[in-house]
């Protein structure tokens, strides 16, 4: 939440079962009241993100998680959209991914993701990760507004 306690709507962009729970425990465990959207491939998020099909009445989020590895479109491909977009392209995105590659950052950092952590696989670590990523992104930084 917000500083003045309003809630925010992230996007998970994830394929994978087992992190999705962890992202799901890790907002449960800290408490988080904000809402929390999965997809899980690269073309269900651009229809999320363009209110296209199933997410016609998709909310506009505040903060993306975005994994690289995705199916049909890659995370390298979704975060190039988005930030090649005048109207997505203020949103955060926070590419969370169990890549470690040089090569990976760089590129997602020359993408303009506003940041880049790589996946702990402690579940401890996993769910302290998404905390801080939420305390950094919504209670210490100021969000663009609706």
């Known amino acids: 939440m917000t500083p003045t306690g309003q809630p925010i709507d992230v996007l998970l962009v994830e394929d994978d079962p087992g992190d999705e729970l962890m992202t799901r425990e890790a907002f449960e465990d800290n408490k988080i009241g904000n809402a929390l959207h999965v997809v899980r491939d690269g073309e269900e998020a651009l229809d999320f993100l363009y209110r296209r099909g199933a ?36 949103i955060p995105v926070v590419v969370l991914t169990t890549s470690s590659a040089e090569e990976d950052i760089l590129r ?17 670590q996993f769910i302290r990760a998404v905390k801080q990523i939420d305390e950094f992104f919504v209670q210490v930084v100021r969000l663009p507004t609706r």
């Open 108 to 124: 997602s950092y020359r993408l303009h993701a506003n940041a880049y952590v790589t996946k702990p696989v402690d579940l401890d």
């Open 55 to 90: 997410h016609v009445d998709a909310p506009k989020p505040d903060l993306i998680l975005l994994d690289l590895n995705l199916p049909k479109y890659d995370g390298r491909q979704v975060l190039e959209k988005i930030k090649s977009d005048a109207d997505l392209a203020p």
